[in-house]
Each structure stands twice: as C-alpha cells, then as structure tokens.
C-alpha cells in the first residue's frame, strides 16, 4: 500500500472545503459527494468521512488522493465492505478493492478525470460494489 503525501494544492482544497464538505456530503442534490460509514479495526468505534465519488453499474469508485494506507481505507478492507450515504440514502457495500489509474479511468468522463486529476491527484481508488436488497 502506498501513502502519498498531500500536495499543497490538494491539501489547501481539503482543508478549505472540509467544513462544506461535511455538512453536504451524502446529501439528496450533491451527488458527487458522499460520507463513507465505517467500524475502526482498533476501536470498533463507527466512523465517517466524506468522500468525492463517481458511481459505476453497480457500485462507486472513489478517489484516494491520500493513498490506500489511511486508516479509514485500510478499515473498509478489513471490514470488507462498508456503508455510502449517497443522494439522501443509505447503501451498502462490499468487496472493496483498491484499484490503480488504468483501471478507474474508465468510470470517469474526461472532464470529471481531468479535474480530479488537477485537484485532487491520485494513484490509488477504492473500488466497492452495491449490496443487492433482499429479494
């Protein structure tokens, strides 16, 4: 697992829109934010932190410009799985991967991945798919 440090234009951003961030994300009209619930591996305590997403066929990928070594990341894959409040709803997921460039390109257009890539860099993504409602 890698961890990059945050460079400062990203971590500037991080800082700056934290507050709105949290207040917004998961939140009915803000679908590219969302708050990712989460069991600490240690505490066992419930945890959240908000989250940019993009949603692919049957699950969400989200982008990790902190690298894969933080511990909310490293808490849902131990988990294996976790909880996204995204558009006003609860959904839960599981079988969360972490994936390289190549294969998240394909989830983003090219301007939601050129910005991203401006503002937030990354060389790791969280891949997790929906959990299907009971039948």
Not at 36 to 43: D, L, N
Not at 94 to 100: W, Y
Request: with cysteine.
């Amino acid at each position: 697992m890698t961890t990059t440090a945050p460079t400062n234009t990203s971590w500037r951003l991080a800082r700056a829109t934290a507050p709105a961030t949290a207040l917004l994300a998961g939140r009915r009209w803000f679908p590219l934010w969302a708050i990712v619930r989460h069991r600490g591996r240690k505490s066992g305590r419930q945890l959240a932190v908000p989250v940019a997403i993009v949603t692919t066929t049957d699950g969400f990928i989200i982008n990790l410009p902190w690298g894969a070594g933080t511990n909310w990341v490293r808490n849902v894959l131990a988990a294996g799985g976790c909880t996204l409040r995204w558009k006003g709803a609860e959904h839960p997921a599981d079988r969360p991967r972490i994936v390289d460039a190549t294969e998240a390109r394909p989830y983003y257009s090219r301007l939601t991945w050129a910005i991203a890539q401006r503002l937030f860099p990354a060389d790791a993504w969280l891949l997790v798919h929906r959990v299907a409602p009971d039948s």
